[in-house]
């Protein structure tokens, strides 16, 4: 059997990525033209069959057949690869800025754990406290000091007092005929 000279022609140097998945191609269809052969007629292929598969897999349109689909191959192998990566990377940054938040917060609570940002929380709770007995207190105040208000205008008009009630009951009503 001569000589193949398939991987010449379709692999141009040991970094031809497309030639080498060119060259896969063609011995795939080689192992399907053998298994074609033995399944049909119950034996190997003769020389003169190879001979004829070789003259037609050597023809420039089947070397540029099995170049154009190795394009496509190493192509969706690329995409492939790259969307692993890009969605890998994804997760990596998304748990390492998980962790920056975690590292801050932790760093947060540690200084909140120590005697001095005990003694913070319990400053600004006791400044709460303050500021909100004295908001209650201004308003106690401010309503007793209104109810006082009314109540000594009240008085100085005479309304609304038993004073008022009696005067009404003791003066003489006019008769209706």
């Not at 023809?59 to 154009?68: K, P």
């Not at 190795?70 to 890998?88: K, M, P, S, T, Y």
């Given at each position: 059997m001569p000589h193949n000279h398939v991987y010449e022609r379709l692999v141009a140097g040991p970094d031809d990525a497309v030639g080498a998945f060119a060259y896969v191609l063609y011995k795939q269809h080689k192992v399907a033209f053998v298994k074609n052969v033995f399944d049909a007629r119950g034996r190997d292929p003769t020389d003169e069959e190879?001979?004829?598969?070789?003259?037609?897999?050597?023809?420039?349109?089947?070397?540029?057949?099995?170049?154009?689909?190795?394009?496509?191959?190493?192509?969706?192998?690329?995409?492939?690869?790259?969307?692993?990566?890009?969605?890998?990377?994804?997760?990596e940054l998304q748990e390492s800025d998980f962790n920056r938040r975690l590292d801050r917060i932790e760093g947060k609570l540690d200084g909140k754990r120590s005697f001095w940002g005990w003694c913070a929380e319990v400053s600004a709770n006791l400044l709460i406290n303050i500021v909100t007995i004295i908001v209650i207190g201004t308003a106690v105040i401010g309503y007793k000091s209104l109810a006082s208000f009314n109540s000594a205008t009240e008085t100085r008009l005479d309304l609304g007092t038993d004073r008022t009630q009696q005067k009404s009951e003791s003066s003489p009503q006019p008769k209706v005929p």
């Open positions: 190879m001979e004829i598969f070789y003259q037609q897999i050597s023809l420039q349109s089947q070397l540029d057949g099995y170049r154009q689909r190795a394009q496509v191959l190493a192509a969706n192998f690329l995409e492939d690869g790259l969307a692993e990566h890009i969605v890998r990377i994804g997760l």
